[in-house]
């Protein structure tokens, strides 16, 4: 079983322990760390994991959307990759996690993701799933599916999408409940007041987007189409993957994410 973990490194919180805790299992990894940020604490981190020989080290340094670089580190894994793990940068694995939401992928390859159960430590509670947070992507996804749209910017509600389009296309997701990830949740946002406001601004745009892609909000939506455009079905395109549904439907408004 040949395994890839994309991380998107932006806050931090926990250093390198979403790194760390990933290595203690026993599946071979490569991990593809995504820097979006000049954080001196975060490229620290950064550099210092990058020293492994089994990281793909992508500094952009800048904010570039968590579906465009989940896009690219899938479109790069799945060149020879079975199953993709995803997990945000303010998660940590407990011992045995990874090899358990491993297994239970390659169990039921015909479900597009498999998302883990964990602790939400903002609420202090356990969860049954982490959605998006953290989860494995089997290929059927890749081949299904395609890519995120990355009209979904920085952050927020590219999952949503990604599930519609996995309802539409007849695609189920499994679970492995008998994970114990801690996720910080939001991390990143919460301690930083000035990147809230412009959280503000931009989850209030892409939820403006979902609506005009969908006709409603996600669990009430009317078209069974991107945009009511019965040539448009639920893949993106890798290829297409940066303009997925051309002028007047891709969005422009990239100048509202300044940090």
């Known amino acids: 079983m040949d395994v890839a973990l994309v991380v998107v490194a932006y806050g931090l919180p926990f250093g390198t322990a979403p790194f760390e805790s990933a290595r203690r ?5 490569t991990t593809y760390v995504f820097r979006h940020s000049t954080t001196p604490s975060v490229v620290a981190a950064c550099e210092r994991v990058a020293t492994s020989p089994d990281v ?7 904010n570039r959307g968590l579906a465009n670089s989940w896009n690219e580190g899938m479109v790069r894994a799945f060149e020879w990759a079975d199953v993709v793990l995803f997990a945000n940068d303010d998660v940590e694995f407990a011992d045995g996690d990874v090899d358990r939401l491993v297994a239970t992928a390659a169990a039921h390859p015909e479900h597009y993701v498999v ?3 964990g602790v939400e430590l903002s609420r202090r509670e356990r969860a049954p799933s982490l959605g998006y947070a953290c989860f494995a992507m089997n290929r059927v996804a890749f081949d299904e599916l395609g890519c995120l749209d990355q009209n979904l910017f920085p952050i927020y509600c590219e999952d949503e999408d990604h599930s519609r389009r996995a309802a539409l296309a007849g695609l189920r997701e499994a679970n492995c409940p008998d994970t ?3 996720h910080f949740g939001s991390a990143a946002i919460r301690g930083h007041p000035e990147l809230d406001r412009q959280n503000r601004v931009t989850h209030a745009a892409n939820f403006a987007y979902y609506q005009r892609k969908w006709g409603g909000p996600a669990g009430h939506e009317r078209f069974r ?9 639920p893949r993106i395109d890798p290829d297409r993957r940066h303009t997925p549904y051309g002028p007047g439907r891709d969005r422009t408004d990239h100048h509202i994410v300044a940090i």
Not at 56 to 62: A, D, N, T
Not at 225 to 233: C, E, I, K, T
């Open 25 to 29: 299992s026993l599946q071979p990894l």
């Open 56 to 62: 793909v080290y992508l500094p952009y340094g800048v």
């Open 115 to 117: 998302t883990c159960a």
């Open 180 to 182: 114990a990830v801690r």
């Open 225 to 233: 189409n991107p945009f009511d455009d019965p040539s448009l079905g």
